[in-house]
């Protein structure tokens, strides 16, 4: 097992710079998920440590040592692809055996490990099948299986689960998870989808446009975003904005827009840090809005709201609330409101942010 | 005894490619290899050619001398290029297409620069022995060009006159190949059974092979045993009053042999377009002609909006094709008009530009004559295709 | 009634009343009418179905006759080769001729060189094909993976390769064949045949290639190939239909060619069918019959191949312009 480091990669793809300065670091035994939107710079990132891309500047070090001259098969890594790239005139095991194969072990050690990959994955029935024989989420276990028997230092996933339906892509997150804690290796992951960052990752690396955005543990990421656009993209469904200005008068920090108007205690937000009439966003979580509950400390003053739309999820609802012509979404528990209600909103101020609307960080506590 | 020669000799000949393939890589290898030691240039332009000549010596005559310039001009090439423009990258990509193209440019572009070169010289029964010997013919700036326009290539034909009738030949050919496949497809993309069955025998005039179809065909036309006769004789007896309107048997191969070419031509042409245009048919979604049907639209209205639209990007490359081949199209003439004794009121370009080569012998004239043809058709296809993408901007 | 006054000036209750009384009499009406209706659509829906039937067998009848036209030849010259000497310039035109006789089969294979020139073609064509084919394969796979100085005017010259008149090459590389002394040999004709197909070739190669994901090759370099390597383990072996193509194409363009072979070949112990069999059929003096026979005995197997395998052929075909 290996650690990994990005040092100031910079990618050029003729005149379009994919990638500038990026500073990413995997510890050894680490789960890394680095996610972000399409067209980030993740997969990018992900297959110049695979050899699959040349770097334009920068370095890329695996245990210290600089590779970015090395040919893929000589960096001991793994990967397994999006699409699974499972050899179709191969069957299973043979897909499973061909980088040994390569290699020239001998016969009774690829026996071996492949039998034990097979076991770990449960897929040693399909070992003397086709790849066109398998169902996806069976050809996704192959593919991770065939990355297992290499024993290799650094393990790469790339957006593995995005084929896979929504059923199927729980079950093999589960596995995946498993599959860590088993493997005890250091692991590069790249996806789009936010959930499975939040649930397989140790650390998270969120980038946007070519830059790394925020890292950190999945609870910072979520609970800390450091950006409008980390608190945008990370947790479901998505935070609500308000954009609005500060009105500092007296020592009193409030947040005025055309139809909502809340105080800003000191306790979310230094006075310091904000002047008066600057332009601000204000965060909420869907989760942290309290529909037609009485004042509270922690709550925010009541706001007046109209339900345009509510969707029922069970015991929880989504709200749809337009609070003048600012529509925001609430996530609360079940009672059977219906649209054309009148609904007073207040928010918790426990997980409010705010942030500059020109820098676009965080600037509350 | 006899086949294992061939065998033998097939065999050998098989190996030396392989063999000279080994080489070829090698020696862009050592190009990509080498190419930034200060040695490079020197060491290649004068050992290689060396090596070359002593190997290769012998067994070129007397022109042992022309090539071993024209190698020295392309390897002087091909290390600046390496040099200076790749700088040593790319080393798979150009390993991996160095044997075709330098198959094509010995098989190809050579035949090619060649014909340009005889162009300006006079190469031709008389002068060929002397050639043989020497590799020497006689340089005669734009004589040769002059006479394609001046002279006839064959004995009455102008060429004005090929040039109009290979016009006439493409676009008649080109009409009706265009016209029957359409139809054919038409009625084929209907709900009917056998489908296959039609299909497999409305391909056969293309699936066999061009001589035996050709000559078969030029067979039915023949004046007293031809199909075609026989049947105009029946016709006549069996209802005398056709006689008048001037309807019998014809001299098809003596008097009208373009007519004769150009129905068996298109015979031969109609199942290509019929395949790619029934391909193009069946790609169509249905639910087209269910909005059309919904909206009032007649038959004819859903051809023309819908069906002929959606199957233009399938067929125009097809069409195109159609044309050149057609344009080019030496075979059908010749084997129908042309050994000795043949006719040549049929004549297109190329078929004259053959006959003036192999049966008159006239080398370099049949050279000037063949650039002019491509000039022509490449001047065609860049305007047609400058038409086609203004049009499609549109 | 209530119905002399205008509904505007109604109030509700009448509306209703005259709502129930208009839909009773509308209902009455439906009733009376329902038998003739019913009528009235039966005899449309069976025009409709009559018409659909004539159409379907004009259809069939114009399709029959298009069949029947493109297969009239060859029947001819099943039933030429059938007969018997003394009747080969009859103006009979049945398809089993009486006296039906394989005479001019024997004869054939008797008393001329056609098992011969069955076997030079044979030679040639899968030597030429072979070559072709495995020059095409990685020439193909380099323009469908890389980027490299000089890919687009290659790409163009391949394409503009196609518009050179056929005749035009012919002449160079008859004086280039003459002058290296393998006039009517073996080694000429393949030597004139291996490139001719070779742009059509890596077109069809290349656009197969392109619909193979990369990530193939990839996994394959991660794994430890190299990037031959990759290509000549994994791509090579899943190109097979299309390979197949391409030899195929190769091998009839080679075995059909006449031209070419016209020019080198000039001894009848080295003719390939095509040149033999045009010898049978000369202006003044045609062996009919044994052209016939001839005709026949190389025309069916290339038929039975190319049915065989058009359904490959054509989706071949389209996909190159498909993708492309």
Not at chain 1, 242 to 257: C, D, N, Y
Not at chain 3, 135 to 164: D, E, H, N
């Given at each position: 097992m290996a650690s990994v480091e990005f040092k100031n990669i910079v990618k050029r793809f003729k005149e379009n710079t994919v990638l500038n300065g990026v500073n990413v670091d995997i510890k050894d035994k680490e789960f890394l998920v680095i996610v972000g939107p399409s067209g980030c710079g993740k997969s990018t990132l992900l297959r110049m440590l695979a050899g699959l891309e040349t770097v334009t500047d920068g370095d890329i070090l695996i245990d210290g040592e600089r590779v970015n001259e090395y040919h893929p098969s000589k960096r001991n890594i793994a990967m397994v692809f999006q699409d699974y790239a499972l050899y179709p005139h191969m069957t299973v095991a043979e897909n499973m055996s061909f980088s040994l194969k390569l290699k020239k072990t001998p016969q009774e050690d690829i026996?071996?490990?492949?039998?034990?990959?097979?076991?770990?994955?449960?897929?040693?029935?399909?070992?003397?099948?086709?790849?066109?024989?398998?169902?996806?989420?069976?050809?996704?276990?192959?593919?991770?299986?065939?990355?297992?028997?290499?024993?290799?230092?650094?393990?790469?996933?790339?957006?593995?689960?995005?084929?896979?339906?929504?059923?199927?892509?729980?079950?093999?997150?589960?596995?995946?998870?498993?599959?860590?804690q088993r493997l005890n290796a250091t692991i590069l992951y790249v996806t789009h989808d936010q959930v499975e960052a939040m649930t397989l990752a140790d650390r998270i690396v969120v980038m946007y446009n070519g830059k790394v955005q925020q890292e950190g543990t999945p609870m910072e990421v979520y609970s800390k975003p450091a950006n409008l656009f980390v608190a945008g993209f990370i947790?479901?469904?998505?935070?609500?904005?308000?954009?609005?200005?500060?009105?500092?008068?007296?020592?009193?920090?409030?947040?005025?827009?055309?139809?909502?108007?809340?105080?800003?205690?000191?306790?979310?937000?230094?006075?310091?840090?904000?002047?008066?009439?600057?332009?601000i966003v204000v965060g909420v979580r869907p989760d942290d809005i309290s529909v037609d509950v009485p004042a509270k400390e922690g709550l925010t003053e009541v706001l007046e709201g109209k339900l345009d739309v509510s969707e029922l999820l069970g015991h929880r609802e989504n709200l749809y609330i337009y609070i003048g012509e600012t529509r925001v979404l609430a996530n609360t528990d079940a009672v059977g409101r219906t649209p054309g209600d009148k609904v007073k909103v207040r928010f918790n101020y426990a997980n409010m942010h705010v942030f500059d609307k020109a820098t676009e960080k965080r600037i509350s506590r | 005894?006899?086949?294992?020669?061939?065998?033998?000799?097939?065999?050998?000949?098989?190996?030396?490619?392989?063999?000279?393939?080994?080489?070829?890589?090698?020696?862009?290898?050592?190009?990509?290899?080498?190419?930034?030691?200060?040695?490079f240039f020197p060491v290649l332009l004068s050992v290689v050619p060396l090596l070359f000549w002593g190997i290769f010596g012998n067994m070129l005559g007397g022109h042992t001398f022309a090539l071993w310039l024209y190698f020295l001009l392309a390897e002087g090439l091909i290390a600046a290029f390496f040099r200076y423009i790749v700088k040593g990258q790319h080393t798979v990509p150009y390993m991996l297409i160095a044997p075709a193209f330098v198959g094509l440019a010995l098989l190809l572009v050579y035949p090619f620069v060649f014909?340009?070169?005889?162009?300006?010289?006079?190469?031709?029964?008389?002068?060929?022995?002397?050639?043989?010997?020497?590799?020497?013919?006689?340089?005669?700036?734009?004589?040769?060009?002059?006479?394609?326009?001046?002279?006839?290539?064959?004995?009455?034909?102008?060429?004005?006159?090929?040039?109009?009738?290979?016009?006439?030949?493409?676009?008649?050919?080109?009409?009706?190949?265009?016209?029957?496949?359409?139809?054919?497809?038409?009625?084929?993309n209907n709900n009917i059974k056998g489908k296959g069955i039609y299909r497999t025998l409305l391909v056969i005039p293309w699936a066999m092979p061009q001589v035996v179809a050709v000559l078969a065909m030029r067979g039915e036309f023949h004046a007293e045993n031809g199909f075609v006769n026989i049947l105009l004789n029946r016709l006549v007896e069996w209802w005398p009053a056709l006689a008048n309107i001037g309807i019998g048997p014809v001299q098809w191969l003596s008097n009208y042999p373009l007519t004769t070419c150009t129905i068996i031509n298109v015979w031969l042409g109609i199942p290509f377009m019929m395949v790619v245009?029934?391909?193009?048919?069946?790609?169509?979604?249905?639910?087209?002609?269910?909005?059309?049907?919904?909206?009032?639209?007649?038959?004819?209205?859903?051809?023309?909006?819908?069906?002929l639209p959606l199957v233009k990007p399938v067929a125009m490359p097809a069409i195109t094709l159609?044309?050149?081949?057609?344009?080019?199209?030496?075979?059908?003439?010749?084997?129908?008009?042309?050994?000795?004794?043949?006719?040549?009121?049929?004549?297109?370009?190329?078929?004259?530009?053959?006959?003036?080569?192999?049966?008159?012998?006239?080398?370099?004239?049949?050279?000037?004559?063949?650039?002019?043809?491509?000039?022509?058709?490449?001047?065609?296809?860049?305007?047609?295709?400058?038409?086609?993408?203004?049009?499609?901007?549109d | 009634m209530i119905d002399n006054k205008k509904t505007s000036a109604m109030s509700p209750e009448e509306?209703?009343?005259?709502?129930?009384?208009?839909?009773?009499?509308?209902?009455?009406?439906?009733?009376?009418?329902?038998?003739?209706?019913?009528?009235?659509?039966?005899?449309?829906?069976?025009?409709?179905?009559?018409?659909?039937?004539?159409?379907?067998?004009?259809?069939?009848?114009?399709?029959?006759?298009?069949?029947?036209?493109?297969?009239?030849?060859?029947?001819?010259?099943?039933?030429?080769?059938?007969?018997?000497?003394?009747?080969?310039?009859?103006?009979?035109?049945?398809?089993?001729?009486?006296?039906?006789?394989?005479?001019?089969?024997?004869?054939?294979?008797?008393?001329?060189?056609?098992?011969?020139?069955?076997?030079?073609?044979?030679?040639?064509?899968?030597?030429?094909?072979?070559?072709?084919?495995?020059?095409?394969?990685?020439?193909?796979?380099?323009?469908?993976?890389?980027?490299?100085?000089?890919?687009?005017?290659?790409?163009?010259?391949?394409?503009?390769?196609?518009?050179?008149?056929?005749?035009?090459?012919?002449?160079?590389?008859?004086?280039?064949?003459?002058?290296?002394?393998?006039?009517?040999?073996?080694l000429g004709m393949i030597i004139a045949y291996s490139v001719s197909s070779l742009p059509f070739s890596i077109w069809i190669l290349k656009g197969y290639y392109d619909t193979i994901p990369r990530s193939l090759e990839e996994a394959a370099l991660v794994d430890g190939t190299s990037a031959v390597g990759a290509f000549w383990r994994i791509i090579l072996p899943l190109s097979t239909p299309a390979l197949s193509i391409a030899f195929l194409f190769n091998f009839t363009t080679a075995w059909n060619e006449y031209l070419v072979a016209r020019v080198v070949l000039f001894s009848s112990q080295q003719y390939t069918w095509t040149l033999g069999l045009f010898e049978l059929q000369g202006q003044y003096l045609t062996q009919w019959g044994m052209f016939a026979a001839g005709s026949m005995l190389v025309t069916i197997p290339v038929l039975i191949v190319f049915l065989y395998s058009s359904k490959w052929l054509i989706s071949g075909l389209t996909l190159g312009s498909v993708k492309g």
């Open positions: 026996d071996a490990r492949v039998k034990e990959a097979a076991a770990t994955l449960q897929i040693t029935q399909y070992l003397a099948r086709k790849p066109q024989a398998l169902s996806g989420g069976q050809r996704q276990r192959v593919a991770i299986g065939r990355a297992i028997v290499r024993k290799p230092k650094v393990f790469l996933f790339d957006e593995p689960l995005s084929n896979l339906d929504a059923k199927l892509r729980e079950e093999m997150r589960v596995e995946i998870a498993k599959l860590h947790g479901s469904p998505t935070m609500n904005f308000l954009r609005g200005k500060a009105a500092v008068k007296g020592g009193k920090t409030e947040f005025i827009s055309n139809d909502i108007k809340i105080t800003l205690p000191p306790s979310l937000l230094d006075p310091k840090t904000v002047k008066d009439g600057q332009e | 005894m006899e086949l294992l020669k061939s065998l033998y000799e097939v065999g050998w000949f098989l190996l030396l490619i392989v063999a000279g393939v080994g080489v070829l890589e090698g020696y862009f290898y050592t190009h990509f290899r080498f190419y930034d030691r200060k040695w014909e340009f070169y005889l162009s300006f010289h006079d190469l031709k029964l008389t002068t060929i022995m002397a050639w043989k010997e020497t590799g020497q013919i006689p340089f005669v700036w734009f004589k040769q060009y002059v006479n394609v326009f001046t002279t006839s290539p064959l004995n009455d034909v102008s060429i004005w006159m090929l040039l109009w009738r290979t016009f006439l030949w493409t676009f008649t050919n080109v009409f009706f190949h265009v016209l029957g496949g359409f139809a054919l497809a038409l009625l084929l245009i029934l391909g193009g048919l069946q790609s169509i979604s249905k639910s087209y002609y269910d909005a059309a049907d919904i909206d009032g639209a007649t038959y004819f209205q859903k051809l023309r909006y819908i069906t159609g044309t050149i081949w057609t344009f080019n199209n030496i075979n059908v003439i010749y084997l129908v008009t042309g050994q000795a004794g043949g006719t040549e009121k049929a004549d297109i370009l190329v078929s004259a530009m053959y006959k003036a080569a192999f049966t008159y012998n006239r080398y370099s004239y049949s050279a000037a004559f063949a650039i002019v043809i491509f000039i022509l058709l490449f001047s065609i296809s860049v305007f047609y295709l400058h038409g086609l993408d203004a049009a499609k901007e | 509306l209703s009343e005259k709502y129930e009384k208009t839909k009773e009499s509308l209902d009455q009406l439906r009733g009376m009418l329902m038998p003739f209706l019913k009528a009235q659509y039966e005899k449309n829906r069976k025009s409709l179905e009559r018409r659909e039937k004539i159409k379907i067998f004009l259809i069939h009848l114009v399709i029959i006759i298009c069949c029947f036209i493109c297969i009239y030849p060859l029947l001819r010259i099943f039933s030429i080769s059938l007969r018997p000497g003394d009747k080969l310039f009859s103006t009979d035109l049945s398809l089993i001729p009486d006296g039906a006789t394989f005479s001019a089969y024997v004869s054939l294979l008797k008393n001329t060189n056609f098992l011969r020139w069955l076997w030079n073609s044979l030679v040639i064509t899968i030597a030429t094909s072979f070559i072709g084919v495995s020059l095409a394969s990685t020439a193909a796979y380099a323009f469908s993976r890389f980027r490299f100085p000089g890919k687009k005017i290659g790409m163009i010259i391949l394409l503009s390769s196609q518009m050179i008149p056929a005749g035009m090459l012919i002449l160079p590389l008859f004086l280039m064949i003459m002058k290296m002394n393998l006039m009517n040999s073996y």
